[in-house]
């Protein structure tokens, strides 16, 4: 039996908007762009809606490499100011969200000594791929030498260094033999996007009472200062007008200006797809490192360690985003490819897959330029024809989504006349805000915040970062039991309902927690978690067993799983 705690499947959130009617900017889209847009306005004291038609960071952000990047291809796309933010922004969040980005030792096998010194000079002035050339070490030197120009902030990464054939195969003994030298650098990783756009959204709901977020509810039309919203989980409309609106949805940004009635055509995006595997032996070679290459085909991939697991990526194909992007088998041989092309002596196969994922990036409309090759730059579009500004963010990428956000907010405050109050640089995100950096300052910190949280203090800080501290005082205050193999518990659960707008299953496998990223969603685990998230969402019978059914469905349609229903006692 499932009792419910819940008397109106209506969320108060939702209920106070429709009864309010009115914000100062409303803003279409919650991936990290929009949520960093959000929290900086909140910042200002500006009263700001944000609505997703999902859950928050589960569109494009959800799909990422994981990785906080320089970007040192931009370079041969002559993108020196995106270089200069980006890497300016990843030594930021090392600072500022230390829970979540780390830096990451980054190695480039390379097979030639002078390669592709005629035809980058080509591709630089042209932006199209043409046949495709690997980069030999020259080349791969002049643009770590300019990169590491790029990046200096007081040692924040170590400059990079070359190695010949015998040290780089002593230093990872798998590598292809045939390789002449490695280059190595440092860039940063980043652990749980999911929870560090979860974060930001946070900071900006405690930075101003104005501020509030609705996940599952998507924007279908506007007339006038009004725009038409529609609640996913109950299907209520209903209208808020705004002095602002701002269309931060993504790839899906073009659609998103049709529904509110604005014929544009600013996207382009590419689909990237990845895989997860468990694979000791293939975890064991890369030593900690992303190993990252151009394969012959010309694009940029990457096999990156992560959570005890493989992360290899990814691909770069033109997409349409009305369809659902999903990973191919053609792509898993293409991975499979490059996982032998790199580490001839390891085998792979499909039964080491634990998770795929395939996500569309939102970038530019860029007709017959290689996608490769297409601005990972963002720009921002106002449209002041209608009753109130429309605002529309083409492009952006996770690394730059502090000052993208901030530029974004710049504009908006400019059309609603009011003033900068406050910076987002150098303002720690979250659980980044004192995060103990040494081993040392880790236990003293469990020791003093963590008290008798036992094997789980490492767990809770990893998650959570220091926020960890008031979710372990939440699940010391009542009865817990452990879920999903002891990766989560029935209070720690509650805790996410309350504080982190829970709504569907699906948002605690794939996005509050990694159980299904390191692959463990099997059907014992999402029919535990269904169960205790039942009384905590008022779920009756029928709508638990519709969860287990849509996040099975998701789980093996776009994840690469193979659930089915068992049988219940």
Known sequence: MIESTHSSPERAAVGALRESGRTSVLLIGGGINGISAFRDLALQGVDIVLVERGDFASGASSASSHMIHGGIRYLENGEFRLVRESVEERNGLLKIAPHYVKPLQTTIPIYSTFSGILSAPLRFLTHKSGKPQERGAFLIKVGLTIYDTFSRDGGSVP???????????????????????TATYYDASMHDPERLALDVLQDGLAAHPGAKALNYVEAIGRDGDTVLLRDRESGTEFSIAADVVVNTSGPWTDLTNDALGADTSFMGGTKGSHIVLDHPELLEATRGREIFFEHSDGRIVLIY??????????????????????????????????????????????????????GIRPLPRHEDTAPGFVSRDYRIEVD?????????????????????????????????????TVSTAGRAIGGGRDFPRTEKAKRIWIQEYLPGAGDRAEKLLTRYGTRAAQVWEYIEHGDDAPLAGGDLSTRELAWMVENEMVARLQDVILRRTSIAFIGNADEHVIEEIAD??????????????????????????????????????
């Open 532 to 569: 205790a998230l039942a009384p905590l969402l008022g779920w009756d019978r029928a709508r638990h067993d519709a969860e287990l059914d849509q996040t099975r469905e998701l789980l093996n349609d776009r994840h690469g799983l193979h659930l089915s229903s068992r049988a219940r006692g």
């Open 305 to 358: 360690p992560l959570k005890g697991r493989v992360l290899v990526g990814t691909t770069d194909i033109d997409a349409d985003p009305r369809e659902v992007a999903v990973c191919t088998e053609e792509e898993v041989d293409y991975f499979f490819d490059l996982i032998h092309h790199v580490f001839p002596q390891i085998d792979v196969d499909r039964e080491q897959i634990v998770y795929r994922f395939s």
């Open 159 to 181: 400059r990079h260094r070359f190695l010949g054939r015998k040290r780089a195969l002593a230093e990872l003994p798998a590598l292809d033999p045939n390789i002449k030298y």
């Open 384 to 420: 002041q024809k209608g009753a109130v500004p429309l605002v529309s963010l083409v492009g952006g990428k996770w690394t730059t989504f502090r000052a993208l956000g901030e530029s974004l907010s710049d504009i908006v405050l400019g059309l609603i006349d009011r003033t900068r």
